[in-house]
Each structure stands twice: as structure tokens, then as C-alpha cells.
């Protein structure tokens, strides 16, 4: 019953992201609801996999052990998460040095003239 809750928080949460994401006017709550996306598909599928009572795959007991693929991925989805943000802030700080605003229209427009 608690997985199932934090499975539907994370599918919410990623309407939400995707929400933000497509009436967002400004750059900056792009950025944010991009995160927001990532966010809810990492806890999405750590909450699809996580099953109690398993041992992390050291020691003795080969067969009650964790499956280490998955938490190799969300890792990796993780990182790469954090890259692609660090890049869309970078990205940000050059729109706002090249035509002096964070809103998409006004960034539009400019770059049009």
C-alpha cells in the first residue's frame, strides 16, 4: 500500500513537471519543471523496484541479494539529471547576457531583429 502511494506521488509529480514544462513562459520554470520531471521518474522507478528484505549482492548469500542493474541506472539517470541541468543553467546565463531577459517571448523576439 506505501509503494503504491509513492508510485502515484511520482506519476503526479511527473504531470506536473510536464504541466510546468508546456505553459511555463520563462525560462527559469522550464528549467525547474524539467528537474521536476527527472525527479519523478527516479522515484518512480526506484519505487517500482524496491523490494524489503534483501541484502546488498556482498557476502555469503548470493540469492537473497539485490539486483544491482537498476540501481547502476537510476544512478546513471541521476547523473545524468544533474548534467543536463547544469547545462540549461548555463544556457540560461548566456540568454540572459545576450538578450537581457528570462522570459521566452521576449527572447523571441529579440533574436528575430
Given at each position: 500500500m506505501q509503494y503504491e502511494i509513492i508510485e502515484l506521488f511520482a506519476i503526479v509529480a511527473f504531470f506536473i513537471g510536464f504541466?510546468?514544462?508546456i505553459t511555463s513562459k520563462g525560462v527559469i520554470k522550464s528549467i525547474v519543471a524539467i528537474t521536476?520531471?527527472?525527479i519523478s521518474v527516479v522515484v518512480f522507478f526506484l519505487s517500482l523496484n524496491y523490494t524489503g528484505g534483501v541484502m546488498p549482492p556482498i557476502g555469503q548469500n548470493p540469492e537473497a541479494a539485490a539486483d544491482p542493474l537498476p540501481q547502476a541506472l537510476v544512478i546513471t539517470a541521476i547523473i545524468i539529471g544533474v548534467a543536463l541541468t547544469a547545462v540549461n543553467l548555463t544556457m540560461?546565463?548566456?540568454l540572459c547576457r545576450q538578450f537581457n531577459a528570462t522570459e521566452w517571448d521576449i527572447i523571441k523576439k529579440k533574436s528575430l531583429e
Open positions: 504541466f510546468g514544462l521536476i520531471l527527472e540560461l546565463i548566456s
